[in-house]
């Protein structure tokens, strides 16, 4: 740190704090900082996945049962507004259990076994292991 930067340092350090205290508290800002982007990276990669995977369940919707441009539009408020109830549920009763009424509701019209994606990869993970042990 240079001549200037130290007396920066010092100007910013409240009455008694130490010159080590200082420097503690910008290191826990500048972490507090990073780890504050890292959040958004990963919000932001997850949106993307999201946003690729609705696109992929409109080109199914339209290749499978012809959807077009007006049934598309009915699908995406649908869409919409059950995201809005479900986040109503999550304010009102909390994110696990709007996530599983959600979950149950899928299974439910759907008539397909749903599983939280922990679940699933464990599930995966234990059918792995049982055939590993089968072939040896």
Same mark, same amino acid.
């Given at each position: @740190?240079?001549?200037?930067?130290?007396?920066?340092? %010092?100007?910013?350090? %409240? !009455? $008694? +704090?130490?010159? %080590?205290?200082?420097?503690? #508290?910008?290191?826990? $800002?500048?972490?507090?900082?990073?780890?504050?982007?890292?959040? #958004?990276?990963?919000?932001?990669?997850?949106?993307?996945?999201?946003? !690729?995977?609705? =696109?992929?369940?409109?080109?199914?919707?339209?290749?499978? =049962?012809?959807? $077009?441009?007006?049934?598309?539009?009915?699908? /995406?408020?649908? /869409?919409?507004?059950?995201?809005? +109830?479900?986040?109503? @549920?999550?304010?009102?009763?909390?994110?696990?259990?709007? +996530?599983?009424?959600?979950?149950?509701?899928?299974?439910?019209?759907?008539?397909?076994?749903?599983?939280?994606?922990?679940?699933?990869?464990?599930?995966? =993970?234990?059918?792995? #292991?049982? +055939?590993?042990?089968? $072939? %040896?």
């Amino acid at each position: @740190m240079n001549r200037e930067q130290r007396r920066k340092a %010092a100007r910013n350090k %409240a !009455r $008694g +704090e130490t010159f %080590a205290d200082t420097l503690t #508290k910008q290191a826990i $800002g500048r972490e507090t900082l990073r780890m504050a982007m890292e959040d #958004k990276a990963v919000e932001l990669a997850a949106d993307i996945i999201c946003q !690729r995977q609705l =696109w992929a369940a409109v080109i199914a919707l339209n290749e499978k =049962w012809s959807f $077009g441009p007006k049934r598309t539009r009915d699908f /995406l408020e649908t /869409l919409e507004t059950i995201v809005a +109830e479900f986040d109503e @549920m999550k304010s009102k009763h909390g994110d696990a259990y709007a +996530e599983e009424k959600l979950r149950e509701r899928a299974q439910k019209v759907s008539g397909v076994e749903i599983l939280y994606q922990h679940e699933a990869e464990r599930k995966a =993970w234990e059918q792995f #292991k049982a +055939e590993q042990k089968e $072939g %040896a």
